[in-house]
């Protein structure tokens, strides 16, 4: 048995969890520009950039679940494994995306506290993809062997 809760049948507690973390990120950026600037403006060309490129995973991730696709950690009854697309290089491009979308909006807004929540919604979604991969391998036998050969969330990096 995983040590990590299940919080809740299907997780619902772990999208919850997620939900709050958004608005703290959210919120966190719209407090003001900490620096200003060149930095500024190269940060929020990255932090752009990042967007863009988060958003772009996720997307893609979204896209290539297909009928799989649901909003809890918990994989649906009759879904099967998906290696191809973005899932052939990460196993869960939704949450990279959603990271590297968030790390670009603290660059974007000049929030050290929007990089800092980022850094605890890297922690959260860790957490949550080891407890959602503990669902998957009870559910596809094959789980073991991708997750052995794919990064977890940022193509060749982590």
């Given at each position: 048995?995983?040590?990590?809760?299940?919080?809740?049948?299907?997780?619902?507690?772990?999208?919850?969890?997620?939900?709050?973390?958004?608005?703290?990120?959210?919120?966190?950026?719209?407090?003001?520009?900490?620096?200003?600037?060149?930095?500024?403006?190269?940060?929020?060309?990255?932090?752009?950039?990042?967007?863009?490129?988060?958003?772009?995973?996720?997307?893609?991730?979204?896209?290539?679940?297909?009928?799989?696709?649901?909003?809890?950690?918990?994989?649906?009854?009759?879904?099967?494994?998906?290696?191809?697309?973005?899932?052939?290089?990460?196993?869960?491009?939704?949450?990279?995306?959603?990271?590297?979308?968030?790390?670009?909006?603290?660059?974007?807004?000049?929030?050290?506290?929007?990089?800092?929540?980022?850094?605890?919604?890297?922690?959260?979604?860790?957490?949550?993809?080891r407890?959602?991969?503990?669902?998957?391998?009870?559910?596809?036998?094959?789980y073991?062997?991708?997750?052995s050969?794919?990064?977890?969330?940022?193509?060749?990096?982590?």
């Open positions: 048995m995983p040590s990590l809760p299940a919080l809740g049948p299907r997780g619902e507690g772990w999208v919850i969890l997620q939900l709050v973390l958004f608005g703290l990120i959210a919120l966190a950026g719209s407090l003001g520009p900490a620096w200003n600037g060149a930095l500024r403006t190269v940060t929020s060309a990255a932090g752009a950039t990042a967007i863009v490129a988060g958003g772009f995973l996720a997307m893609r991730g979204i896209i290539d679940l297909r009928e799989n696709l649901t909003p809890l950690p918990h994989p649906r009854a009759q879904s099967r494994l998906i290696e191809q697309g973005a899932y052939r290089f990460v196993r869960h491009p939704i949450y990279g995306g959603l990271i590297f979308a968030a790390a670009g909006w603290g660059l974007w807004t000049a929030s050290p506290a929007a990089l800092a929540m980022t850094l605890v919604l890297l922690g959260f979604f860790d957490l949550k993809s407890r959602e991969e503990h669902w998957l391998e009870a559910r596809h036998p094959d073991a062997g991708y997750r050969r794919t990064k977890r969330f940022f193509p060749l990096v982590y």
